[in-house]
């Protein structure tokens, strides 16, 4: 079975020691409960962009131009417990939005310092990749999940351009 396909998308404001991301309570659906960034499934005939830029529409109220959004890094994760549940996340970042957050019936939008993400609320594999994007890194993931669906058990990057 081919894996979802999915996009995501890490919104930042400000620089350095300052600089925020744009995460939100999830309210709804898989992973309900944890701290995410707007995302969602591709609709048929849409890119991995064109998801994002719905998705964020949709869920924080946000305005952003495709050609705002940097490709960050492509995340395949295994569920072999549950295949059906195999997904490829598009991760893209954007600098550049119009408006302000507004909560939907998915997000409730904050802005955490990226000094102290609250990595306790959030998937933990994210500890794992999220750091490398906010560095810079450019790559592709796969990254195996365990039967309790959330434990990472594997994990290997393939890295197209450095930080
Ligand atoms: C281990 O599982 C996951 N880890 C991480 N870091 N992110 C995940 C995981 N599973 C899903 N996501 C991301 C991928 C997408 O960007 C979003 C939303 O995906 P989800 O499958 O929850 O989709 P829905 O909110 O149900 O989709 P629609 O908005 O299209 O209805 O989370």
Redesign the pocket.
């Known amino acids: 079975m081919a894996a979802?396909r999915?996009?995501?998308c890490l919104i930042s404001r400000g620089d350095g020691e300052s600089a925020e991301l744009l995460l939100g309570l999830?309210k709804?659906?898989?992973?309900k409960g944890r701290i995410?960034?707007?995302?969602?499934?591709l609709e048929p005939g849409e890119s991995a962009a064109q998801c994002c830029v719905r998705?964020v529409v949709?869920?924080v109220g946000l305005e952003i131009e495709e050609g705002d959004l940097v490709r960050a890094c492509g995340?395949l994760?295994r569920?072999p417990t549950r295949p059906e549940?195999d997904?490829h996340?598009a991760v893209f970042q954007a600098r550049r939005f119009q408006g302000e957050p507004a909560e939907s019936d998915?997000l409730a939008p904050a802005w955490y310092p990226i000094a102290d993400l609250p990595w306790h609320g959030?998937?933990?594999?994210?500890r794992l990749?999220l750091p490398r994007v906010l560095a810079g890194e450019v790559f592709e993931a796969e990254?195996t999940?365990g039967a309790d669906?959330?434990t990472v058990t594997n994990a290997v990057f393939h890295v197209e351009h450095d930080a």
């Open positions: 979802k999915t996009s995501l999830k709804t659906g898989f992973g995410v960034g707007p995302g969602g499934h998705e949709e869920e995340v994760f569920f549940w997904l996340v998915e959030m998937w933990p594999d994210e990749w990254i999940i669906e959330e």
